[in-house]
């Protein structure tokens, strides 16, 4: 176990020991040991009729375990909100303690460009090939049918341009590529899945955060030429 997991681990018994529950703490910290809660693994963020809230759930050994069972007296004077908030954190990071524990079994692939002059690219299809490629890698399925609608498909381009801005997704501090749009609103236009948020460098998401401005600046550049 790394010095990551370790961390995780850690801030973990923290936040049971908040709410007085040493047995969710216990059940995770023995089943890391035994590589049960690695390697069975789908949790879900599901109500508890008892708490009031939602919790972190999971099927392990075909039974459905709680990850979260805060003692009624830690729970008093502390409003609801907060407590679930808590309980998604918990569940945030018993995900990223999973996804942390298979990059130790095996190396991510990067992802690869494929167009190393972007600026000289003017072939649409070239670059949206190129962008859907990258969409997959990160598996988001919402943003390219989005650069498509706000760039290609329309009849006016609502974004002007991209840049690649430090923000915070999942509560985890990130670059990404922020669309400016014509009514100077902005929006990320990159959700990378949380597992390789948990497993890749700040900076390797940052230089592929930077390939996708580049290449919808491109786009946009073609478009704005052909009207």
Do not use: C
Not at 76 to 82: D, E, H, Y
């Amino acid at each position: 176990m790394d010095d990551k997991m370790d961390s995780i681990i850690s801030k973990l018994k923290n936040i049971f020991l908040m709410y007085g529950d040493t047995t969710s703490f216990n059940i995770i910290n023995t089943w890391i040991i035994n590589e049960k809660v690695i390697n069975v693994w789908d949790i879900q963020f599901q109500n508890d009729e008892n708490l009031n809230i939602k919790v972190p759930v999971a099927v392990i050994d075909s039974k459905k375990i709680s990850f979260f069972k805060p003692a009624k007296m830690a729970m008093s004077g502390v409003p609801l909100p907060i407590i679930e908030e808590d309980s998604k954190k918990i569940m945030q990071l018993l995900n990223q303690l999973h996804y942390l524990s298979e990059k130790n079994g095996k190396q991510v692939r990067k992802f690869e460009p494929r167009i190393d002059d972007i600026d000289s690219t003017n072939s649409i299809n070239l670059i949206l090939d190129e962008l859907k490629r990258i969409y997959e890698y990160y598996n988001d399925k919402l943003d390219f049918p989005r650069i498509m609608g706000y760039i290609v498909n329309s009849p006016e381009l609502y974004i002007t341009h991209v840049n690649v801005e430090k923000t915070k997704l999942f509560d985890i501090s990130i670059y990404l590529p922020i669309g400016k749009f014509v009514d100077n609103d902005s929006e990320e236009l990159l959700t990378p899945d949380n597992s390789l948020i948990a497993i890749k460098s700040e900076g390797e998401i940052k230089n592929d955060s930077k390939y996708i401005a580049d290449l919808i600046n491109q786009l946009i550049n073609i478009m704005t030429k052909s009207e």
